[in-house]
């Protein structure tokens, strides 16, 4: 089973400025590599798939990168809808995985 | 517009059986794989099963396999979960979710609102 592990848990960063998430796989998923965001009470939203696609309607503030083990999620200027939990997925193999995720609050 | 209800979550008692249903609509369901999610409270996503177009690739995570069978009705538009023997630590919020294409090892990109499974003694 692919372990996917985030960080940090907690990232504060005030509005406006750039946020930083990371993901890592214990082996290597491809790009086969998903974000979601979710809001207190929602269901996640996908965000980014193939590891750099942005999902239909999702600003082009929200940017991914990475291959194989190593991957980023950043969000170049920070508005007030963004501060959320981002979570990471593998799907290159089954089990699915996700990550733990990571809080993403205002600072 | 997609939509994506699911229902049957239950308060029950540790080593009862529960099915979820997820109706779908807005989509054609049977060009797109399925999957279940879970999130216990205050927790993280995390995979439960997943089933393509047709059914001839079904998945169940560890924590799952051997108690959870996953199906669908494409006739009906329907995505099931048969759950047995239930455990205190299967409680969570089951979200149903639509793949993006007909193959089940893609994202998720429609989620409903989810079902509550509570399992206590």
């Known amino acids: 089973e692919i372990v996917m592990t985030q960080s940090p848990a907690t990232l504060s960063v005030s509005p406006g400025e750039r946020a930083t998430l990371s993901c890592r796989a214990s082996?290597?998923?491809?790009?086969?590599l998903a974000w979601y965001q979710q809001k207190p009470g929602q269901a996640p939203r996908l965000l980014i798939y193939g590891a750099s696609t942005r999902a239909t309607g999702v600003p082009a503030r929200f940017s991914g990168s990475g291959s194989g083990t190593e991957f980023t999620l950043t969000i170049s200027s920070l508005q007030s809808e963004d501060f959320a939990v981002y979570y990471c997925?593998?799907?290159?193999?089954?089990?699915?995985?996700f990550g733990q995720g990571t809080r993403l609050e205002i600072k | 517009e997609v939509q994506l209800v699911e229902s049957g979550g239950d308060l029950l008692q540790p080593g009862r059986s529960l099915r979820l249903s997820c109706a779908a609509s807005?989509?054609?369901?049977?060009?797109?794989?399925m999957h279940w999610v879970r999130q216990a409270p205050g927790k993280g996503l995390e995979w439960v099963a997943g089933v393509d177009w047709n059914g001839g690739k079904i998945g169940f995570a560890d924590s799952v396999k051997g108690r959870f069978t996953i199906s669908r009705d494409n006739a009906k538009n329907c995505l099931f979960l048969q759950m047995n023997s239930l455990r205190a630590e299967d409680s969570a919020l089951y979200y149903c979710a639509k793949a993006r294409t007909l193959d089940a090892a893609t994202p998720y990109d429609s989620w409903g609102q989810g079902t509550l499974v509570t399992v206590s003694s």
């Open positions: 997925q593998q799907y290159n193999n089954w089990p699915s995985g």
């Open positions: 807005g989509f054609t369901f049977d060009d797109y794989a």
């Open positions: 082996q290597s998923v491809s790009s086969n």
